[in-house]
Every structure is written in C-alpha cells, then in structure tokens.
Nanobody
Framework: QLQLVESGGGLVEPGGSLRISCAAS????????IGWFRQAPGKEREGVSC????????NSADSVKGRFTISRDNAKNAVYLQMNSLKPEDTAIYYC????????????????????WGQGTQVTVSS
C-alpha cells in the first residue's frame, strides 16, 4: 500500500523555525516529484514548494520564497520542508504529495498533478 506520512508539525512563535518531514512507505520516492501543500482554515489548499525527481529543480510560492527550503534524501526515502522566519499566516495543515507526471528535472505546484497524498501535519505560528 502506497502511503505518505508527514511529521514534525507543531506550535512555533513568529520568527521561529520548523522542519517538517514526509516519509514514504510501500514505495520508493526516487521516481516521484514531491510537492508540499498547505490549507489554512477557510481557504483552499495551495502549493507551497516542489522538488523534482533529480532534486536539481525546486519551485516555491512567492509567499515563502527565501524562507522555506524543500529538500529530499532518497537514501532515507524522505522529503523535508525547512521553514524559517515563520509568520502567523503560515498557519495551516501541511500536506506532502507525490507524482510521476513530471520529467526528471521538473516539478509543479498544481494540485491535480499529484496522485498520492499524506494526511497532513498541523503547523501553528502564534505567540
């Protein structure tokens, strides 16, 4: 059974940092582009960052550029999202997702492109 599991969410003060993880079971992430998405209360789910199969290409939303970094460790079958300088507006449930629809050096942040989704991890930025 293909499964993605997010972890590492929690409560952090504004300006703080958090690293969330996405681990795969039942399949290897080596052949998948991975995206991080988030959904805040009352808002639609949006793409945050993505990373290509090769790891050479990443793409991030303007709202997180310079603050969030996506990375992957194929040896650990995991993808990470390092979040720095967190703001209250970053509060959301964060989801990771996987897709084979992109070529080796490309990725995108469109939700319909992703086939496998995790259950999400809550990130709350508040003082």
């Amino acid at each position: 059974q293909l499964q993605l599991v997010e972890s590492g969410g929690g409560l952090v003060e504004p300006g703080g940092s958090l690293r969330i993880s996405c681990a795969a079971s039942g399949f290897t992430l080596d052949y998948y582009a991975i995206g991080w998405f988030r959904q805040a209360p009352g808002k639609e789910r949006e793409g945050v960052s993505c990373i290509s199969i090769s790891g050479r290409t990443t793409n991030s939303a303007d709202s997180v550029k310079g603050r969030f970094t996506i990375s992957r460790d194929n040896a650990k079958n995991a993808v990470y999202l390092q979040m720095n300088s967190l703001k209250p507006e970053d509060t959301a449930i964060y989801y990771c997702a996987a897709t084979k629809r992109y070529s080796t050096n490309s990725c995108g942040r469109g939700l319909p492109e992703y086939d496998y989704w995790g259950q999400g991890t809550q990130v709350t930025v508040s003082s």
